[in-house]
């Protein structure tokens, strides 16, 4: 028998549990409302994307005083409402951030950074860090991390409770900092040292194998289009192979100047949320004639899956490997009442007037999905995606079985 004066009372724990289950629906609706408003924004085409978040900050303070009214220990509001909004930005998108009010000038610096010091694109999803991508001879590939690692520490803290303002602003750290990750690849649990420094992205690169050209760019920058005309200047094969594997982030413009040197006429535009276009895209063509295929997997975000997509309407380029991330947007950083942040994403781009919003993955059909994963290594050491997608364009798909 519980002694008198010992703690609360059945009667009042049986209160305290209905109180709090009512908090956690509360708080589960907030954040399906505004992860809902963003789904239904992007998966819907008649969605003018109108609806903000802004609309659900009234719900969500109702949320905290009832939560604040249902514990029995006194609460942290700011830690609450740090925590709160965090979520709900994890349910608008994965690139969405919420800043607080003391960090924002240090994330803004952060932002200026990017990911120059590290190579790395880290997002989180359902709390859940990962690496996305990794450059080309940046500090992450050094280090050893690969595309698909889950991150689940940093220098011996969890990363479950390191906001992703927060993981950026330690991967844009000062040159020579040290970053201790514990890694888990494949269930297997690895640690690397990561040392920021700054690193040039690599350029493209080009090669005949068996007879098809093979186009390889590692990065998009103000200067990748006359790379890219100048490398495949006087090529005349049947086929060319464009290879958008890992590429994640950068120039929406340079992603279109590419695409514009095989298309010709619109090739796409950014609207924004109220469906206004804020710019179009252009091209002129006429640098190759031939067969285009493209290949991506899923670190191919962005500026990659603009290519892709273009490529595939205007060409009507084959599209072979792994189906894209699926987010090709602009961020802005909003200032909130509160003083904090919200790096929300407030325009999409599209492929040319007729074509669609470029925020879902880029699906690669049966016949053309070439896994690394299902590959395998070889023992030859050459790369067994790039050689399944050459086959593909020498002998054709393989057709399915008859049973």
Same mark, same amino acid.
């Given at each position: 028998?519980?002694?008198?004066?010992?703690?609360?009372?059945?009667?009042?724990? !049986?209160?305290?549990?209905?109180?709090?289950?009512?908090?956690? &629906?509360?708080?589960?609706?907030?954040?399906?409302?505004?992860?809902?408003?963003?789904?239904?924004?992007?998966?819907?085409?008649?969605?003018?994307?109108?609806?903000?978040? +802004?609309?659900?900050?009234?719900?969500?303070?109702?949320?905290?005083?009832?939560?604040?009214?249902?514990? %029995?220990?006194?609460?942290?509001?700011?830690?609450?409402?740090?925590?709160?909004?965090?979520?709900?930005?994890?349910?608008?998108?994965?690139?969405?951030? $919420?800043?607080?009010?003391?960090?924002?000038?240090?994330?803004?610096?952060?932002?200026?950074?990017?990911? *120059?010091?590290?190579?790395?694109?880290?997002?989180?999803?359902?709390?859940?860090?990962? %690496?996305?991508?990794?450059?080309?001879?940046?500090?992450?590939?050094? @280090?050893?991390?690969?595309?698909?690692?889950?991150?689940?520490?940093?220098? =011996?803290?969890?990363?479950?409770?390191? /906001?992703?303002?927060?993981?950026?602003?330690?991967?844009?750290?000062?040159?020579?900092?040290?970053?201790?990750?514990?890694?888990?690849?494949?269930?297997?649990?690895?640690?690397?040292?990561?040392?920021?420094?700054?690193?040039?992205?690599?350029?493209?690169?080009?090669?005949?194998? !068996?007879?098809? =050209?093979?186009?390889?760019?590692?990065?998009?920058?103000?200067?990748?289009?006359?790379?890219?005309?100048?490398?495949?200047?006087? $090529?005349?094969?049947?086929? &060319?192979?464009?290879?958008? !594997?890992?590429?994640?982030?950068?120039?929406?413009?340079?992603?279109?100047?590419?695409?514009?040197?095989?298309?010709?006429?619109?090739?796409?535009?950014?609207?924004?949320?109220?469906? !206004?276009?804020?710019?179009?895209?252009?091209?002129?063509?006429?640098? $190759?004639? =031939?067969?285009?295929? %493209?290949? #991506?997997?899923?670190?191919?975000? =962005?500026?990659?899956?603009?290519?892709?997509?273009?490529?595939?309407?205007?060409?009507?380029?084959?599209?072979?490997?792994?189906? #894209?991330?699926? +987010? @090709?947007? #602009?961020?802005?950083?909003?200032?909130?009442?509160?003083?904090?942040?919200?790096?929300?994403?407030?325009?999409?781009?599209? #492929?040319? /007037?007729?074509?669609?919003?470029?925020?879902?993955?880029? *699906?690669?059909?049966?016949?053309?999905?070439?896994?690394?994963?299902?590959?395998?290594?070889?023992?030859?050491?050459?790369?067994?995606?790039?050689?399944?997608?050459?086959?593909?364009?020498?002998?054709?798909?393989?057709?399915?079985?008859?049973?």
């Amino acid at each position: 028998m519980e002694a008198e004066g010992s703690g609360p009372s059945r009667a009042n724990r !049986r209160g305290f549990g209905g109180r709090l289950t009512v908090v956690c &629906l509360s708080l589960l609706l907030v954040l399906s409302l505004a992860g809902g408003a963003w789904l239904g924004a992007s998966d819907d085409a008649e969605d003018t994307g109108r609806d903000s978040i +802004y609309k659900y900050l009234a719900l969500w303070e109702e949320v905290l005083r009832l939560i604040r009214g249902s514990y %029995v220990e006194e609460t942290d509001g700011r830690g609450l409402t740090v925590g709160a909004m965090d979520g709900v930005t994890d349910a608008l998108d994965p690139f969405s951030v $919420y800043v607080p009010a003391s960090e924002v000038e240090s994330y803004r610096a952060a932002r200026e950074v990017g990911r *120059r010091h590290s190579g790395a694109l880290v997002l989180k999803e359902r709390g859940t860090a990962y %690496v996305v991508a990794v450059d080309g001879g940046s500090p992450a590939e050094i @280090a050893g991390l690969e595309p698909g690692d889950i991150v689940a520490g940093i220098n =011996g803290r969890s990363s479950r409770a390191i /906001p992703l303002w927060e993981l950026r602003r330690q991967l844009a750290g000062p040159v020579g900092s040290e970053l201790n990750l514990e890694l888990v690849r494949l269930g297997n649990s690895i640690e690397a040292s990561l040392t920021l420094d700054e690193y040039e992205p690599l350029p493209p690169e080009f090669e005949e194998i !068996r007879g098809v =050209g093979v186009l390889r760019i590692p990065s998009f920058g103000s200067g990748t289009a006359a790379q890219v005309e100048a490398l495949l200047d006087g $090529y005349a094969g049947d086929s &060319l192979l464009i290879d958008l !594997r890992g590429v994640a982030g950068g120039s929406a413009n340079a992603a279109y100047a590419v695409a514009g040197l095989f298309a010709v006429g619109e090739l796409g535009s950014l609207i924004d949320r109220e469906d !206004r276009k804020l710019e179009t895209f252009e091209g002129v063509g006429g640098l $190759y004639s =031939g067969d285009i295929e %493209v290949l #991506t997997d899923r670190s191919s975000q =962005g500026p990659a899956e603009i290519v892709t997509a273009v490529l595939r309407q205007a060409v009507d380029a084959d599209h072979s490997g792994e189906s #894209t991330f699926g +987010y @090709a947007g #602009t961020l802005q950083q909003i200032e909130l009442p509160n003083g904090g942040g919200l790096l929300e994403t407030t325009a999409a781009f599209y #492929t040319d /007037p007729e074509g669609a919003r470029l925020n879902r993955r880029i *699906r690669v059909s049966a016949e053309h999905r070439l896994s690394a994963f299902a590959l395998g290594e070889r023992d030859d050491g050459l790369d067994p995606v790039l050689d399944e997608a050459l086959l593909l364009i020498l002998e054709g798909p393989a057709e399915p079985n008859q049973q």
